[in-house]
């Protein structure tokens, strides 16, 4: 459970990351120009997440997906496995 939580951190910090590379620095001062290059900055920053996030489900239903795959596949070459019967008693 702890290396869950740790996995999810960390992908987390991965995804805000390039978000913060993307978009423009934060604005200093009580401006109404800074304050709206900050309003700016804010969105550009969720917008960015927002897409990491997207993309990180669709890993994750590919991943899903490529699973039940491999499932099925293991289980249809079992399937396909000729055990012999046992003797009848």
């Known amino acids: 459970m702890i290396k869950r939580v740790t996995i999810a951190i960390l992908l987390g910090a991965c995804a ?6 993307a978009c423009p620095p934060p604005a200093a001062g009580e401006t109404a120009a800074a304050i709206a290059a ?5 969105v ?4 960015e997440i927002s897409r990491k996030s997207e993309q990180y489900q669709f890993n994750v239903q590919i991943n899903s997906l490529d699973q039940t795959i491999q499932q099925m596949q293991i289980q249809r070459r079992f399937d396909a496995l000729d055990f012999p019967k046992p003797p009848a008693p």
């Open 16 to 21: 805000i990351v390039p978000a913060l590379a």
């Open 38 to 42: 900050n309003q700016q900055r804010l």
């Open 44 to 47: 550009c920053l969720q917008q």
